[in-house]
C-alpha cells in the first residue's frame, strides 16, 4: 500500500489523472490522503495550495470538505462523495457516481453517470451511457445528446437535455423555469396535477395525456399545446417516439392550507426553522461537549509526555481548529437544512395558491355566465272590433252558437285562452 498525504487549506486546488478507479471523499480534516494499493504506483505534487495527484492504478483520495477539483482525468470508474467544492471533470473512461455535492461541470464520460442530492448545478458535454439525476437544486444542462437513456427526478432549476433513448421526468415546475426534452425513445413527464406550466408537445408519434380536470381531444396530434394552472413556467417536448405526459402526487398535503395562507403559513414556516435549528444546535452543543473533554483530556496526556511546550501548543491548536472548523459545519449544515425546507414551503405556497386562483377564476366564471333569458312577454292581443263582436251575437240569435260557445268565441279573440 502506497499512501502519501500533505497539510492543506480549507478549499485546496486538486488535479487528478488516474489510469484507473478513482474513489473521492470529503473529511474534516486539513489533509488530502492519496492511497494506492501499489507501491510507486503515485505521484503528488504540491505547490503552495494546489495539488497534482498522478495514479498508473486505482487510487482512494480523502480530502478536506471545500476542495475544488480543478481538472480530471480518469481511465476507469470515478465517486465523488461529500464535497462542498466544485468538481472539474475532462475525460472519464468509466461510470461516474456524484454524491452530496455542490456542483459539477463535466466534459465526456464514456459510462453512465449517476448523481443524487446536487446543491448547485449540473453541466455535462456528452455521455456515452445513461444518465440518472435526482434531487439537484440548480440547473441541469446536457449539451450533446445522451447516447442512452435519462432519467431525472426532482429539479429547483432549469433543464435542458436530449437523448437517443428514453427519456423520463418527474418534476414539479418552478415558476419562470424553462425545461425542454428532447428523445429518439420515448419520453415519459410526470407533473403534479395543479401544476402550474405551458405545455408544448413539439412532435411525437402517439401522444396521451392524463391531468386531472384537464379535458384533451380523444386523439391528439403534435404539435400540442396545453396550459396548466397560471402557466408559470415553460416546458417543451420533442420526440420520435411516444410521448405521456400525467400527474403525480403532491409532495405536500394542502388541505390544512387551502383556506388562509399569509401570516399563518409564515408562522409555519418559522416554527419549522426553529425546530430544525433546536435539533441541530442540540447535536452541536453535544458535539462541543465532546470536544471539550477530548481537549481536556490531550493537554492532560500532553502534560505527561516528554513533549516540548511548543509542539503540544501547535498539537492543541490544531485539536482547536479541528473544533472550530465542526462548528462552522455544524452551522453550514443548518443553514442548507433552513434553505431546502424554505423551498419546500414555499412550493407548497404556490400550490395553495394556485388553487386558490383557479378557485377564483371558477367563481368569477360562474358570475360571469349568463342566466337563462326569461321568456319574452306574450303579446297582446288586439280588442275585438265592433264588427266581429256583432257577428258573434247575431250566430248566437241564428242558434248557430250556443251562449257558452259565444263566449269562448269572445275570449279566444280577445287572448284569453292560452
Same mark, same amino acid.
Given at each position: 500500500m502506497d499512501v502519501r498525504s500533505v497539510q492543506t487549506s480549507e478549499s485546496p486546488i486538486i488535479t487528478v489523472n488516474v489510469s484507473g478507479n478513482l474513489s473521492v471523499k470529503g473529511w474534516d480534516k486539513l489533509e488530502v490522503v492519496a492511497k494506492n494499493p501499489t507501491p510507486d504506483n503515485l505521484v503528488m505534487d504540491v505547490q503552495e495550495d494546489e495539488i497534482s495527484v498522478n495514479c498508473h492504478s486505482n487510487c482512494s483520495l480523502r480530502v478536506p470538505y471545500g476542495a475544488v477539483f480543478q481538472d480530471a482525468h480518469i481511465s476507469g470508474d470515478a465517486t465523488f462523495k461529500s464535497l462542498e467544492g466544485e468538481i472539474n471533470i475532462s475525460k472519464?473512461?468509466?461510470?461516474?457516481?456524484? @454524491?452530496?455535492?455542490? *456542483?459539477?461541470?463535466?466534459?465526456?464520460?464514456?459510462?453512465?453517470?449517476?448523481?443524487?442530492?446536487?446543491?448547485?448545478?449540473?453541466?455535462? /458535454?456528452?455521455?456515452?451511457?445513461?444518465? *440518472?439525476?435526482?434531487?439537484?437544486?440548480?440547473?441541469?444542462?446536457?449539451?450533446?445528446?445522451?447516447?442512452?437513456?435519462?432519467?431525472?427526478? /426532482?429539479?429547483?432549476?432549469?433543464?435542458?437535455?436530449?437523448? @437517443?433513448?428514453?427519456?423520463?421526468?418527474?418534476? #414539479?415546475?418552478?415558476?419562470e423555469s424553462n425545461y425542454a426534452f428532447q428523445a429518439k425513445g420515448n419520453l415519459s413527464c410526470r407533473v403534479p396535477a395543479d401544476a402550474s406550466v405551458a405545455v408544448k408537445i413539439l412532435n411525437g408519434s402517439k401522444i396521451s395525456v392524463k391531468i386531472p380536470g384537464v379535458e384533451v381531444p380523444t386523439t391528439i396530434k403534435a404539435p400540442y399545446e396545453l396550459v396548466l394552472g397560471d402557466g #408559470?413556467?415553460?416546458?417543451?417536448?420533442?420526440?420520435?417516439?411516444?410521448? *405521456?405526459?400525467?400527474?403525480?402526487?403532491?409532495?405536500?398535503?394542502?388541505?390544512?392550507? /387551502?383556506?388562509?395562507?399569509?401570516?399563518?403559513?409564515?408562522?409555519? =414556516? #418559522?416554527?419549522?426553522n426553529e425546530q430544525i435549528t433546536s435539533q441541530i444546535e442540540a447535536q452541536m452543543e453535544m458535539m462541543e461537549?465532546?470536544?471539550?473533554?477530548?481537549?481536556?483530556?490531550?493537554?492532560?496526556?500532553?502534560?505527561?509526555?516528554?513533549?516540548?511546550?511548543?509542539?503540544?501548543? &501547535?498539537? =492543541?491548536?490544531?485539536?482547536?481548529? =479541528?473544533?472550530? @472548523?465542526?462548528?462552522?459545519r455544524a452551522q453550514e449544515k443548518i443553514r442548507r437544512s433552513q434553505e431546502k425546507m424554505q423551498r419546500k414551503l414555499e412550493a407548497a405556497?404556490? &400550490?395553495?395558491?394556485?388553487?386558490?386562483?383557479?378557485?377564483?377564476?371558477a367563481a368569477r366564471d360562474r358570475r360571469r355566465r349568463p342566466e337563462?333569458?326569461?321568456?319574452?312577454?306574450?303579446?297582446?292581443?288586439?280588442?275585438?272590433? #265592433?264588427?266581429? &263582436?256583432?257577428?258573434?251575437?247575431?250566430?248566437?240569435?241564428?242558434g248557430k252558437v250556443s251562449p257558452e260557445e259565444a263566449e269562448q268565441l269572445l275570449a279566444a279573440l280577445e287572448g284569453r285562452s292560452g
Open positions: 472519464l473512461s468509466g461510470n461516474l457516481s456524484l @454524491r452530496s455535492i455542490d *456542483s459539477a461541470a463535466i466534459g465526456t464520460v464514456n459510462g453512465n453517470i449517476s448523481a443524487k442530492n446536487v446543491n448547485g448545478s449540473i453541466s455535462i /458535454e456528452k455521455c456515452q451511457g445513461n444518465i *440518472s439525476v435526482r434531487d439537484i437544486q440548480g440547473d441541469l444542462t446536457i449539451a450533446e445528446s445522451i447516447a442512452g437513456n435519462l432519467t431525472l427526478k /426532482e429539479i429547483d432549476g432549469n433543464a435542458q437535455a436530449q437523448a @437517443r433513448g428514453n427519456v423520463s421526468v418527474e418534476l #414539479d415546475p418552478s415558476p #408559470d413556467a415553460n416546458l417543451s417536448l420533442d420526440t420520435l417516439g411516444n410521448v *405521456s405526459l400525467a400527474s403525480r402526487p403532491a409532495d405536500w398535503n394542502m388541505g390544512e392550507f /387551502e383556506v388562509e395562507m399569509g401570516e399563518d403559513f409564515d408562522l409555519m =414556516a #418559522d416554527e419549522l461537549e465532546e470536544l471539550e473533554h477530548q481537549l481536556d483530556t490531550l493537554s492532560f496526556s500532553l502534560e505527561k509526555t516528554a513533549m516540548s511546550a511548543e509542539q503540544a501548543e &501547535r498539537i =492543541a491548536a490544531r485539536a482547536r481548529e =479541528a473544533s472550530e @472548523r465542526a462548528n462552522r405556497q404556490r &400550490r395553495a395558491e394556485r388553487k386558490a386562483r383557479a378557485a377564483e377564476r337563462a333569458p326569461e321568456p319574452p312577454p306574450r303579446p297582446k292581443a288586439e280588442p275585438v272590433s #265592433d264588427e266581429e &263582436r256583432m257577428m258573434i251575437l247575431q250566430m248566437l240569435e241564428q
